[in-house]
């Protein structure tokens, strides 16, 4: 018996080996600098406890990230189901398994393309000038559309791309969900004078309900580390409308002062608030 | 009135023809069941009646009116399926009110006829529960409650009772016969099972490989089966089939019967029931209960002799198999007096219960 429960660890050991030094040394790492005040452009630093944190409450900008990272994550979670439910169901209704297959092969390759290409490609498709989606009201108006330079639609711009790659590739997941549920509850649903929707809306979309949560948590750690798409799209503008918490951690710590301490203060504060927000809806949504 | 009447009705799965020139009348209130092996297109049938197949060719009118591109809840229909798909994240409650909600029918009705169906069908004590903690058997009445409630012109089942245990088989096929008693709702009944079909049918429709073989009622099928297949497919123990030639019999004035001639021995028939031709080959039939035993040596036509080789004990009476010119055959008897394996045995087989089939069109050779 005594080999038996030795060998799992002897196998684990080398693998927990790797992610420790991965994955766990930057992160103890990170809060312990983020109690100095290292900056980048001194080698050495000193203890200056909860400094960085009381600052971080005061810094309106900071406050300013929350909010944008906050509606960033609602906006591209909930739009990408909304999507993906949208265009699974119209595929499973409508569309033959030929055409199934076709399709769902097309939504699975934004998905496949690398963020950073996306975004340089999509950021092309909306230049004022040479874009070929702000082209039309170019034409008709004759005023140039900089849909990514407003602040009014920069954010919702980005997640745009962020939708046509993660709400394409759900689609064909919801797709395949369905092809999964047994066609008689659908069938006695529409003997029971249910409408297509409705069908749909009281049945289908509530016997997935435990693979859509899994979705919806996927997309939400996801979303969380949209920083490329946003890196090469705006750079956090105009302004500051499109700068989330990890674009603003970003430049504080590399780009604008190198105050690499207070940065990663706000990654700790970052990975709390995520540990216990997840936790929370995790439970809630098991319950 | 709710009579369905299917005329000319087809089903092709691109160039394979399933079900071709189909033609039934049903009438109001009748308890009709469709009867056959698998893949005879009896489901295929009741989900083309339902809505939930297209109908590839000819016409179904249910009370009158041509329901072909009528959606399935424009039907007037209900369907209790085999595995009972129920919804599987309502409790049983929702799962019956669910269409009524749909009809938009006023709150307090639902619950009135919600606590009128669940008193029905033995369901009060579950309806807050969801449909993974109930057995076979209490889902299937949720299934049939969830029909019942819309007061439907026309009841389909789809083999509604192949899930469920013996035992409970015997209890709900009783339950949906005293349901159909006092309901007297137009009803369409698929099942393989011919023990359900002969209790609860009014009549049968017996198909096999898509078209129909003979429509009738329980008796009438039984007694008078209209094809080798029927006649071998209804009753159970089944029926015998020894393989005749048919020739004239030998006495004088053409008034002399027939003789059947078989590999095992000769049997003597008047013959005034059948149209018979000398020389033809034919199939008698005769059923294991209608086979009379006799003492084994006694002398006499229409006599079948052997060694009984395998005695199956059914309780009341006995199986008893044996070898008759190279045939097996089975006879039923008393089971108190049932032969040992390797003993002597002899039936007689007389002539108002043996059935006559041409061998190759498979029809009955009966007149009547």
């Known amino acids: 018996m005594k080999h038996k429960s030795t060998l799992p660890a002897v196998f684990l050991s080398p693998a927990l080996l790797i992610l420790a030094v991965l994955a766990l040394v930057p992160t103890v790492f990170a809060v312990f600098i983020s109690f100095q005040d290292r900056e980048l452009s001194r080698p050495d630093g000193r203890f200056v406890g909860l400094d960085n944190y009381l600052a971080l409450f005061s810094d309106r900008r900071f406050v300013n990230a929350i909010g944008v990272s906050l509606t960033w994550e609602v906006l591209t979670v909930g739009l990408t189901l909304l999507v993906a439910l949208l265009i699974g169901i119209l595929m499973f209704e409508y569309a033959g398994p030929r055409w199934r297959s076709a399709l769902s092969l097309m939504f699975l390759t934004p998905v496949i393309l690398p963020r950073v290409s996306a975004a340089f490609v999509w950021k092309f498709a909306f230049h004022p000038l040479y874009g070929i989606i702000t082209w039309p009201y170019k034409a008709i108006t004759g005023q140039p559309l900089d849909l990514l330079s407003d602040p009014a639609t920069a954010l919702g711009t980005v997640a745009l791309v962020d939708i046509w790659q993660w709400g394409l590739f759900f689609a064909v997941i919801v797709l395949k969900l369905l092809e999964t549920l047994p066609p008689q509850p659908f069938e006695a649903a529409r003997l029971d004078h249910a409408r297509t929707w409705q069908v749909y809306a009281y049945v289908a979309i509530p016997m997935l309900k435990a693979p859509l949560i899994s979705l919806a948590f996927v997309k939400m750690v996801e979303s969380l580390r949209a920083f490329d798409l946003i890196y090469v799209m705006t750079r956090g503008g105009p302004g500051i409308t499109t700068e989330t918490l990890d674009m603003y951690a970003f430049s504080q710590g590399f780009i604008e002062s190198g105050r690499i301490s207070y940065a990663s203060g706000m990654a700790v504060l970052m990975m709390i608030a995520t540990s216990i927000v997840f936790t929370v809806i995790w439970k809630r949504t098991r319950a | ?368």
């Open chain 2, 1 to 368: 009135m709710s009579a369905i009447i299917c005329s000319g009705v087809d089903k092709a799965y691109g160039s394979v023809k399933v079900i071709e020139d189909f033609n039934l009348a049903v009438a109001d209130r009748e308890f009709i069941v469709f009867l056959g092996p698998s893949g005879c297109g009896k489901s295929t049938l009741l989900r083309m009646i339902a809505g939930l197949e297209e109908i590839s060719g000819g016409d179904v009118t249910i009370g009158g009116i041509r329901v072909n591109d009528l959606e399935p809840r424009e039907r007037g229909v209900a369907m209790v399926f085999q595995n009972y798909a129920l919804y599987p994240h309502m409790t049983i409650h929702d799962n019956i009110a669910f269409g009524l909600k749909r009809m938009k029918v006023p709150a307090a009705e639902i619950a009135e006829r919600i606590r009128t169906v669940a008193a029905t069908l033995g369901l009060e004590p579950y309806l807050e529960r969801k449909p993974a903690a109930l057995s076979g058997g209490q889902q299937q009445r949720v299934a049939i409650a969830r029909a019942m409630i819309k007061t439907p012109e026309v009841f389909l089942f789809d083999e509604p009772l192949s899930n469920l245990d013996a035992k409970l088989r015997n209890h709900m096929r009783v339950e949906i016969a005293r349901l159909h008693q006092s309901l007297k709702t137009t009803t369409i009944y698929v099942t393989h099972d011919q023990l359900e079909a002969m209790t609860l049918a009014d009549r049968i429709v017996l198909m096999r490989a898509g078209a129909i073989e003979q429509v009738g009622t329980p008796a009438e099928i039984y007694g008078k089966p209209r094809t080798l297949f029927a006649a071998g497919f209804i009753g159970t123990p089944n029926m015998n089939f020894i393989d005749v030639t048919i020739a004239k019999g030998d006495g004088a004035g053409g008034n002399g019967g027939w003789v059947l001639e078989s590999a095992g021995g000769r049997f003597t028939i008047e013959g005034a029931r059948f149209a018979l031709k000398p020389g033809a080959k034919a199939v008698l039939g005769i059923r294991p209960p209608d086979l009379r035993a006799v003492e084994p040596g006694s002398a006499g036509a229409n006599l079948l002799a052997g060694t009984a080789d395998l005695v199956e004990f059914h309780g009341n009476d006995a199986l008893v198999s044996f070898l008759f010119g190279g045939i097996e055959i089975g006879a039923q008897v008393k089971a108190t007096v049932c032969p040992r394996p390797g003993e002597a045995v002899c039936f007689a087989a007389d002539e108002a219960h043996i059935h006559l089939f041409d061998k190759q069109s498979g029809l009955t050779l009966a007149t009547d």
